[in-house]
């Protein structure tokens, strides 16, 4: 399978070699993509002030067949937001991390109120086992989060933060099992038909989702999640907020159920790692 190639990264790292004419046509597509990804060749060359033959060197030179090829890539590029081009500064530094997660705390509460955590509440409890599954870097941590939570209230829970473990475990599972499944935008193709081939043994899938997204559409519940991801791409994706406050109220829910028992296990394990850490009692369950 070809891999898509970022071409704006291919022009940065073969600048050096280029000639002196090539530059001024780099240097016109960092000042201004948009024209260039719809100009004409002669339009091109005009603006850089060079020639067609040099448009048409400059494209073979960063890794393209022709200068169509070229604003094919560069259109490309722009299609992955332009956010992702040019540079968007927080206006007040450090704090912008404090009030994205705010933000979107904020939003995926009212969206939390609205789902059926009651239903998915009720598979948990009563299931044989859970698994979560989860793929790619914030569903992964939080697969594994989920089991932190919820193997401390005595559930049999397993996490399987990989791209084929999902798949191969739902093709084992029964009716008696239930399935979580983590995917911020619900198109990730592992976790939609690990998601399909687990319904098909007739085991129960809760989705931590996109609404409407092909994984919400292969879930018995979906617990709605949703991000809104801002032009200051460096910072990380505030998508890890939404899931890890889905998974804090199942965790709750089922705490609440079983009140004596959970204290009784969450003093247990607290008495365990004092024993092993010391310190006051005031320190968390696991560090």
Do not use: W
Not at 58 to 66: E, H, K, P, T, Y
Not at 71 to 82: C, S
Request: glycine share 6%.
């Amino acid at each position: 399978m070809n891999q898509p190639t970022d071409i704006l990264s291919a022009i940065t790292s073969c600048v050096g070699t280029l000639s002196d004419s090539e530059r001024k046509v780099a240097e016109l597509i960092f000042e201004d993509i948009d024209v260039v990804a719809e100009a004409s060749i002669t339009d091109i060359a005009k603006r850089a002030s060079v020639s067609e033959a040099t448009v048409t060197r400059f494209a073979r030179s960063v890794g393209c067949a022709n200068v169509r090829d070229l604003k094919l890539r560069l259109n490309r590029a722009l299609a992955a937001g332009r956010r992702f081009i040019q540079d968007a500064d927080p206006d007040d530094g450090l704090g912008v991390v404090y009030d994205i997660a705010i933000q979107t705390l904020e939003l995926n509460r009212e969206l939390l109120l609205a789902a059926d955590v009651a239903g998915a509440v009720d598979r948990l409890d009563n299931a044989r086992q859970i698994l979560v599954f989860g793929c790619g870097g914030g569903s992964s941590v939080m697969s594994q989060e989920m089991q932190f939570r919820l193997v401390r209230l005595g559930y049999a829970i397993s996490a399987y933060p990989h791209g084929l473990l999902p798949r191969m475990v739902a093709a084992t599972l029964d009716p008696a099992d239930v399935v979580v499944v983590l995917s911020v935008s619900g198109y990730t193709p592992e976790m939609v038909e690990s998601a399909q081939i687990a319904r098909h043994y007739g085991a129960q899938v809760i989705a931590i989702t996109a609404v409407g997204s092909p994984l919400a559409n292969n879930a018995d519940v979906v617990l709605p999640i949703a991000t809104r991801e801002t032009d200051f791409i460096i910072h990380p994706s505030a998508s890890r907020y939404a899931l890890m406050a889905a998974i804090d109220v199942l965790a709750l829910e089922l705490a609440i159920r079983h009140r004596d028992q959970a204290r009784d296990k969450l003093r247990r394990l607290k008495i365990a790692l004092d024993d092993h850490r010391g310190g006051d009692n005031r320190q968390p369950l696991g560090d």
